[in-house]
C-alpha cells in the first residue's frame, strides 16, 4: 500500500530550523519526518482532547459542584496550600 503524500514549502526561522535540524540528527531521522511525526502528534492529541471534553459534555452537575466547593466541612487549607499575595 502506498500511501499519497503532498509537498509544500514551510517558512521556517533560522533559528528553529537549526533547533529541529540538530534534534532530528540526535533522533536519527530527517527533518522531514520528525516534522510530520510532530505533526501527526499534535493533531493527535487536539482530536484526543476534543472527544474527551465532547464525550462528558453536559453530563456535569453545576448545581453539586457549587455545593461541593461552598461546602463548610473538611479541614480549613494548610498554610503552605494559601495564595498570599
Do not use: H
Amino acid at each position: 500500500m502506498t500511501t499519497k503524500v503532498a509537498t509544500f514549502s514551510l517558512r521556517l526561522p533560522l533559528s528553529l530550523k537549526a533547533a529541529i535540524e540538530k534534534l532530528a540528527a540526535s533522533d536519527g531521522t530527517s527533518m522531514n519526518q520528525l516534522l510530520v511525526t510532530a505533526a501527526a502528534e499534535k493533531l493527535t492529541a487536539i482530536q484526543t482532547g476534543e472527544s474527551f471534553f465532547a464525550a462528558r459534555k453536559g453530563r456535569g452537575d453545576k448545581a453539586a459542584a457549587i455545593r461541593f466547593l461552598t461546602r463548610s466541612s473538611g479541614k480549613a487549607p494548610r498554610s503552605a496550600d494559601l495564595n498570599d499575595p
